[in-house]
């Protein structure tokens, strides 16, 4: 009969890989219940999903593309806004319920043991439902406006791996943060709203002025942002660096994130 020992993580390591695979099915029930939770006792529904983009898009189409004049490369503003809110909600999505994943299931992490990291990552989970169907609209604008892109479409899934993956670095990052402070769930949307804005979501690099293009590139997702965009629409392709960056910049934003939870794991139970 063989002992399972139980050790507390060190204050800088990584995570046993193998224990999060064998408890996959944690990752799995914790996804499928947000899910259910998140839609119960609403009145439309998953059509929430389609709303908050559509609408974003319809403002930002009229401020940025018909008030102001800016520039959308080439390709419909409200098409082109659209898939900006399809990269935007995918990140602030996974950001926003990783961070304060723990914290709302406190009685689960303080008296059950699991590894905790299951519980931030498992909100991708719910996050790319949303993605799912909001992608299914911008199909159906693409049809609509006759803009269908070429082959670069099959870097849609690589893209969003990459925005998947920086979005939850910050969420484990924030979560393990939020878990001593809960100052973190007033600045973090805060934080993204202003990041809304100072990422070329709405509109094009183009329209930055290059005296100030340096600020926004050292933004990683506008790299990744840009590729996206690229993948959906066709405009101008990324310079290879940039798409080595975003590449990059995601891996070591995730790693940053796990190291920063696994620092912090030892003291959840005690403090949350």
Do not use: C, H
């Amino acid at each position: 009969m063989s002992n399972t020992v139980i050790t507390p993580p060190g204050r800088i390591s990584m995570p046993r890989w193998r224990e999060l695979w064998e408890a996959r099915e944690v990752f799995y029930r914790f996804g499928q219940r947000d899910v259910v939770l998140r839609y119960r006792q609403t009145a439309v529904g998953v059509a929430w999903v389609l709303i908050q983009p559509l609408v974003s898009a319809g403002i930002f189409s009229m401020i940025f593309g018909n008030v102001a004049q800016l520039p959308s490369d080439g390709v419909p503003y409200f098409l082109f806004a659209y898939v900006g809110m399809l990269a935007w909600n995918l990140f602030s999505g996974v950001v926003s319920r990783a961070s304060s994943s723990l914290v709302s299931n406190q009685a689960l992490v303080a008296k059950v043991f699991f590894p905790r990291m299951l519980v931030p990552l498992s909100t991708s989970l719910s996050v790319l439902v949303d993605f799912v169907v909001a992608f299914g609209l911008y199909v159906v604008l693409v049809l609509v406006y006759g803009a269908a892109p070429g082959w670069q479409i099959a870097l849609v899934i690589p893209m969003t791996v990459l925005i998947l993956t920086l979005g939850l670095g910050i969420g484990l990052a924030a979560s393990a943060i939020m878990v001593k402070y809960r100052d973190v769930a007033y600045v973090l949307p805060w934080l993204l709203q202003i990041g809304l804005y100072a990422t070329p979501v709405a509109y094009s690099l183009s329209a930055v002025p290059p005296d100030l293009e340096w600020l926004f590139m050292l933004n990683p997702l506008t790299w990744v942002l840009e590729s996206f965009r690229y993948s959906l629409l066709g405009t101008s392709a990324p310079p290879t660096w940039q798409v080595v960056a975003s590449i990059a910049a995601s891996i070591l934003v995730f790693l940053g994130g796990v190291l920063v939870f696994q620092k912090n794991e030892r003291t959840f139970a005690d403090l949350i």
